[in-house]
């Protein structure tokens, strides 16, 4: 079975978790592409809604499985839909959940990675394209470390962070034993449109929302803790050029470039012309306090860099939560 080309033949792809945020995203674009996607998502943090758009134009091209990515019925929906490419993104993505269950984050993270890749042995999947965490692989690493380049020991500090490694060791066997392409992007903080609050990057589209219903602010700690806030649509792009790139390799997905709470609410402050009270509280236990990953890699391999700044990318939140909340009279 040819790979997937972007650009070139059409193909049929599954992406799992892609009713989600970053998800529903990629199968924008694939679609718009002139490609055929199987989503699979069980809805538990996803929303059909964000596929709503896609679901009107897409017809025969785009089929919706309500699934459970740890459910023996993922791998029969492969067997009988023989997807090329696997675009795997649905996990357990909340630290703290992790911590609280942490048999719960490795039943979704791990076994369902298993699901997932036992499918694509027995189905001639081509090549697994795997959302990895930038934000917990490191751990906690010196700020002399950073901007963090991939040849950084993977020391992860949360149970979050060990099943996301456990799942690239899985694919590296997966690859040795049955010649199952995979390319793993190690995500920083992504951020956008349709974002949920409480996934990794949540802070942009809380600070968006409360600004914009003139609310009142939390910062956790002083704020001068830092993140790589990289944007959807840079991300989905790194996912495209994964299919058929980065063949083994863990590549890091962001700008290289810190940014304080402080300075995204000034952003985002200065954006949306409002200005609310801000209290500052005590830092959550076991938060970062500094963190962001070189791109170098992705640059080499997949040919990808970031392209919107933030102001850019800010803006088009401010813009996606006004109309939310426009139809919502809230």
Known sequence: MAAYRPGSKRVHTLVTGGAGFIGSTLVDRLLAEGHSVDVVDDLSTG????????????????????????SSEVVDLMNRRHPEVVFHLAAQADVRVSVAQPIF??????????????????????????????????????????????SLPHRPLSPYGVSKKAAIDYLVVYRELH??????????????????PHGEAGVVSIFAKRLLRGQPITIFGDGEQT?????????????????TKGGGLVCNIGTGRETSVNELLRELSTQAGVSVP???????PGELLRNS????RAGIHLGWKPWTELGTGTAAVLDFVREQISVSGD
């Open 105 to 150: 984050d490795a039943e979704v993270n791990l076994l369902g990675t298993l699901r997932i890749l036992e499918g694509a042995r027995t189905s001639g999947v081509t090549r697994v394209v795997f959302a990895a965490s930038g934000g917990t692989l490191y751990g906690d690493p010196d700020a002399a470390d950073l901007p963090v380049k991939e």
């Open 179 to 196: 010649a199952l392409e995979f390319a793993a992007l190690a995500l920083a903080n992504v951020y956008g449109p349709r974002q949920d």
């Open 293 to 296: 990953l070189d791109p170098s």
């Open 47 to 70: 929303s059909l809604s964000n596929l709503a758009e896609s679901r009107a134009t897409a017809g025969h091209r785009l089929r919706v499985n309500n699934l459970d990515v740890r």
């Open 227 to 243: 993140r790589d806030f990289v944007y959807v649509d840079d991300v989905v792009d790194a996912f495209v050029r994964g299919a």
């Open 278 to 284: 801000v209290e500052y509280a005590p830092l959550r």
